[in-house]
């Protein structure tokens, strides 16, 4: 053959495979499936971090394209919920985790257990199983958990030192602590007060002490439960016996030592990492204080798991699911942690399956900490009851204790029985929607 025929021979493979490669292109493409996609809470840089890890690692695999719009928190469950009403809904929302549930029993959203069995069992795996009750009712599951919050404990190494003091590990612990400290002009603080959010200190301690919120058909207020009636006596002595802060000022406070040992919302932690270069080596984290119950310490604390739900609207069923598994994968996870970090400074994230932590770019311990806490924490039951109000209930039976120096079980007793109320009212106008989850 002619050196001008192999040429040729050359050139007609290239054209060959080229016409290949963009017929398999141009299939994929005109299959391509557009999902809508409303996200909760995410800033301008989270979106782009998400969809350049879409477009490298998940769009050229699946055809699948996701269109991302951002919804504030303010006024994000009103507009879910008149979606939801309306029909004209997204395919794909991560949204409030209560929200899912309450959408989810009307009919709006898809039952992920039921719909994806196996698969979806499989998939959750990696995930922590106390998330689920947020958006779980009678068997039912409607979402799965995108990102975590946990909270943990900070205290200053050096100060303890200085007081012969070791770090507490149980209430008993911080409870013999607090003279000593305020003997010395320093104290402890709980993580919100007894503002706005007290009612997240309060489940720390019911749930360490074997209450929780509702009976366990969810029907009832378990308020009045020995277990729940202990542990408001409990949280609420803090403040009226032991006189810790209500208003805690966290940073600050500790960055002086006037607070050397507090449980910190999750969210400040980057001004602990990062904004007090003066402490490095002084200070440390550590899983919030225990409660010593059936020969075990119970490390217990709110969590939130903010979750991936399917509308039932969505005509792409499968592309759907396909997505939301790739966000709450372990790899989507392990990418979406390191570049938060990487490209948002002062910023983290905490991810929703165990596997994801290794990447979180803090010190080991800090890591093992947040962890876990992770592990040991929970999020708060869905149940019928508007959380709003029933929040309401528990931060005003607060109020009247530790501001106007009511008996604590006469509160609480007060607000388990507005709680009842609320909950018989809102189960007879969802009659007809819990039926079909009733076994």
């Known amino acids: 053959m002619t050196q001008g025929g192999i040429r ?37 840089e989270q979106v782009k971090i998400i969809n350049d890890i879409l477009d490298s690692d998940f769009t050229p695999k699946t055809g699948i394209r996701a269109q991302i719009e951002q919804l504030p928190w303010s006024g994000s469950d009103n507009r879910m919920l008149l979606a939801a009403a309306s029909g004209d809904t ?12 309450e959408i989810g029993i009307r009919g709006a ?58 770090k507490p590990d149980t209430w008993d612990d911080i409870r013999a602590m607090i003279p000593k400290l305020q003997a010395k002009q320093m104290n402890f ?43 408001f006596k409990e949280y609420t002595e803090l403040y009226r016996t032991y006189k810790i802060p209500q208003a805690p000022q966290h940073f600050e406070s500790f960055r002086r030592g006037e607070l050397p ?32 119950r059936d020969g075990k310490i119970y490390h217990t604390n ?6 991936l739900a399917m509308f039932k609207n969505t005509k792409h069923k499968k592309e ?37 932590y290794s990447y979180m770019p803090i010190p080991e311990q800090h890591r093992q900490v947040f ?26 039976a607060i109020n009247k204790v530790v501001v106007q120096k009511l008996n604590a079980e006469e509160a609480l007793l007060e607000a388990a029985k507005q709680m009842n109320g609320d909950l018989k009212t809102r189960i007879a106008d969802y009659n007809r929607f819990i039926k079909k989850y009733q076994k």
């Open 261 to 292: 040992v507090a449980c910190i919302p999750w969210w400040t932690y980057a001004n602990y990492s990062i904004g007090l270069p003066e402490l490095v080596g002084k200070f440390n984290l550590s899983v919030v204080p225990g409660t010593k």
């Open 109 to 166: 959203m898809i039952d992920l257990k039921q719909e994806f069995g196996a698969d979806f069992n499989n998939h959750i795996k990696d995930t922590f199983p106390n998330a689920f009750r947020t958006y779980e009712f009678m068997g039912a599951v409607f979402g799965v958990p995108f990102q975590m919050a946990v909270s943990p404990m900070v205290y200053r190494i050096d100060i303890l030192k200085d007081l012969g003091a070791a």
């Open 189 to 231: 603080a709980l993580a919100y007060g007894i503002a706005a959010e007290s009612f997240r200190d309060f489940q720390m301690f019911l749930w360490q002490n074997g209450g929780d919120m509702y009976s366990e058909d969810r029907t009832k207020s378990a308020w009045d439960s020995p277990q729940s009636l202990k542990a």
């Open 371 to 396: 962890l876990q806490q992770a592990e040991y924490s929970m999020t708060p039951p869905f149940a019928i009851a508007s959380e709003m109000v029933v929040n309401r209930y528990i931060e005003f």
């Open 8 to 44: 040729t021979m050359k050139k007609s493979k290239s054209w060959f495979f080229l016409s290949v490669f963009l017929l398999i292109f141009s299939s994929v493409l005109a299959s391509a499936v557009d999902l809508r996609v409303w996200m909760v809470g995410v800033s301008n």
């Open 320 to 356: 759907a699911w396909t997505f939301m598994k790739f966000m709450t994968s372990v790899d989507f996870q392990k990418q979406y942690t390191k570049l938060i970090s990487e490209r948002i400074p002062g910023s983290m994230y905490l991810p929703s399956t165990r596997s994801a």
């Open 302 to 307: 709110w969590a939130a798991g903010t979750p």
């Open 90 to 101: 997204p395919d794909v929302a991560l949204m409030s985790g209560l929200l899912a549930a």
